[in-house]
């Protein structure tokens, strides 16, 4: 079981960035596919992000498309979310999630561990 804790949310205005981060512990990371969801009040958790083992394949939802960029370090056992030119229709918590394996994947059951969770708040 892989241990994931989240950081780097907050309250930003619209137009703004921020960065997350999610640090992966208890188990081997560099092969796991790694991906982002997000999940308002009220509303089911969707997909955001994804990124395969290596770091050579990513998949965006396409409300996200061309504003967030998912990376990961191996060596750091860290996976990150950039999100640029906010929204507010991007206000949610956001989750980092571990893949059962290592390709790129958009369903949620297609990953078996999960953080706590981060909220990020987009002021208009």
């Known amino acids: 079981q892989v241990q994931l804790v989240e950081s780097g949310g907050g309250l930003v205005q619209a137009g703004g960035s921020l960065r997350l981060s999610c640090v992966a512990s208890?188990?081997?990371?560099?092969?796991?596919?790694m991906g982002w969801f997000r999940q308002a009040p009220g509303k089911e958790r969707d997909f955001v992000a994804g990124i395969n083992w290596s770091g050579g394949i990513t998949y965006y939802g396409d409300s996200v498309k061309g504003r967030f960029t998912i990376s990961r370090d191996n060596t750091k056992n860290t996976v990150y979310l950039q999100m640029n030119s906010l929204k507010p229709e991007d206000t949610a918590v956001y989750y980092c999630?571990?893949?059962?394996?290592?390709?790129?994947?958009?369903?949620?059951?297609?990953?078996?561990?999960w953080g706590q969770g981060t909220q990020v708040t987009v002021s208009s």
């Open positions: 999630a571990a893949g059962r394996d290592s390709f790129v994947r958009t369903q949620i059951t297609a990953f078996g561990s």
């Open positions: 208890g188990h081997t990371f560099s092969g796991n596919a």
